[in-house]
Every structure is written in structure tokens, then in C-alpha cells.
């Protein structure tokens, strides 16, 4: 069965604190990796994409990182702010399954402490 | 670009009656969009797989014949709650695939009470 598991469920930093949120998935044969973060309440919001035949992918204080070979992806942000409160979810794009379908992470709920 | 938009943004209806999400896609076309559902502090659960210009693909365990979905244009897909009970009550989350193909874009969700 193709799942996506993410440790820890939940975090808690101090500002300023660099961290690293991790991502691991069951079938190394994917099509992609995306994160997401969610506000309370509200939709998704695309972080970072990385492609089956990329490694990583950065966007100002975040960096996203993939071993398909181990199953793992990890979200390193930089300098933690209170404004980086949210939820954070891991998606795959399977191989095998529909090419379209996303399969979720439970996601790691980030508290940035001020 | 690549925005998507659910209609209303929070509902509340009453046991045994029925109510309608809209999923559009505002500045690009979608052949298919995604309806998720989320409870409290847990993850997405993909429902379905809507289609335009035919029937949508449910995922095992989610009844069709409660959960409507009708994908009648390429920037339009609705999603009809039947006869909600309150096990119903959950967010419910459109997406569509952004021009590109690979990378999926969301709409802000949409939040059923059924009382």
C-alpha cells in the first residue's frame, strides 16, 4: 500500500531556531513530491515541488530535499518566524496508481515561539 | 495565476437536507479536479476524481449516490452533499492541475455543519 507518514505530528521552536520536518513514503516509484501548508481553517497553500529527478528545491528560507531511494523528503526552514505557524503536509505522486492523485501525510503542526 | 475558488466558504444546513460546493478554476481550464475531505486535525482524504464531460471516480468507502459530483464545464466542478447528516460535517477541499499538468492547486476549502 502507498502511504506517506510524517514525524513529528507536532513541533514547537523558539524564533530564530532553524528546523527540519521530515517526510517518508512507502514506494520509491513517484512522479513528484510537493509540500503544502495550511493555515487553520483555510485551503492549501504549495510550497515546494520537487520532481522525481531532482534533489531538492529551495524558495527563500525553505528547502526541500528528496532520497527516493530511502523514501524520504525533508522541509528544512531557515530562521524560524511566528508567521511560519501552520500545519505542514507532505504529498506524493505515485507511480502505478492515477498519474493526477496526491497521497497526503498527516502533516506536522509547527508552532514558531516568539 | 492557476487560482481556484470553492463556493461558499462555510456552510451550515440542517440534518437530511442537501447542499451544493462549487470548485472553479479562475484563469486556466481543468479537465480534472480533486474533492478532499478533511476532519479535525487530520490529514486530506481524496473523495473523488471529477472528470469533465464524465462521471467522477470515487475512492472505496465514499458512497456516490450521497456525494454528487456533476463536472459540466472546464473551470467548473460541484460537489452535492445528499441528505447530510451530521457524521457529515468535515472541510471539504476542491483542486485542480495547474496549467503545467504536475502540480496541483487548491482552493481555500469549504466548512459543513450539518446541525
Known amino acids: 500500500k502507498q502511504e506517506v507518514t510524517q514525524i513529528p505530528a507536532a513541533l514547537s521552536v523558539p524564533e530564530g531556531e532553524n528546523l527540519v520536518l521530515n517526510c517518508s513514503f512507502t514506494?520509491?516509484?513517484?512522479?513528484?513530491l510537493q509540500w503544502f501548508r495550511q493555515d487553520p481553517g483555510k485551503g492549501l497553500t504549495s510550497l515546494l515541488l520537487i520532481q522525481s529527478s531532482q534533489r531538492e528545491q529551495t524558495s527563500g528560507r525553505l528547502n526541500a530535499s528528496l532520497d527516493k531511494s530511502s523514501g524520504r523528503s525533508t522541509l528544512y526552514i531557515a530562521a524560524s518566524q511566528p508567521g511560519d505557524s501552520a500545519t505542514y503536509l507532505c504529498?506524493?505522486?505515485?507511480?502505478?496508481?492515477?498519474?493526477?492523485?496526491?497521497?497526503f501525510g498527516s502533516g506536522t503542526q509547527l508552532t514558531v515561539l516568539p | 495565476g492557476a487560482v481556484v475558488s470553492q463556493h461558499p466558504s462555510w456552510v451550515i444546513c440542517k440534518s437530511g437536507t442537501s447542499v451544493k460546493i462549487e470548485c472553479r478554476s479562475l484563469?486556466?481550464?481543468?479537465?480534472?479536479m480533486f474533492w478532499y475531505r478533511q476532519f479535525p486535525k487530520q490529514s486530506l482524504m481524496l473523495m473523488a476524481t471529477?472528470?469533465?464531460?464524465?462521471?467522477?471516480?470515487?475512492e472505496q468507502g465514499v458512497e456516490k449516490d450521497k456525494f454528487l459530483i456533476n463536472h459540466a464545464s472546464l473551470t467548473l466542478s460541484t460537489l452535492t452533499v445528499t441528505s447530510a447528516h451530521p457524521e457529515d460535517s468535515s472541510f471539504y477541499i476542491c483542486?485542480?492541475?495547474?496549467?503545467?499538468?504536475?502540480?496541483?492547486?487548491f482552493g481555500p476549502g469549504t466548512r459543513l455543519t450539518v446541525t
Open positions: 514506494d520509491s516509484a513517484i512522479y513528484n
Open positions: 471529477s472528470n469533465e464531460g464524465s462521471k467522477a471516480t470515487y
Open positions: 483542486s485542480a492541475h495547474g496549467p503545467r499538468g504536475y502540480e496541483q492547486y
Open positions: 484563469d486556466f481550464q481543468a479537465t480534472t
Open positions: 504529498a506524493v505522486r505515485f507511480r502505478g496508481g492515477s498519474a493526477r492523485q496526491l497521497t
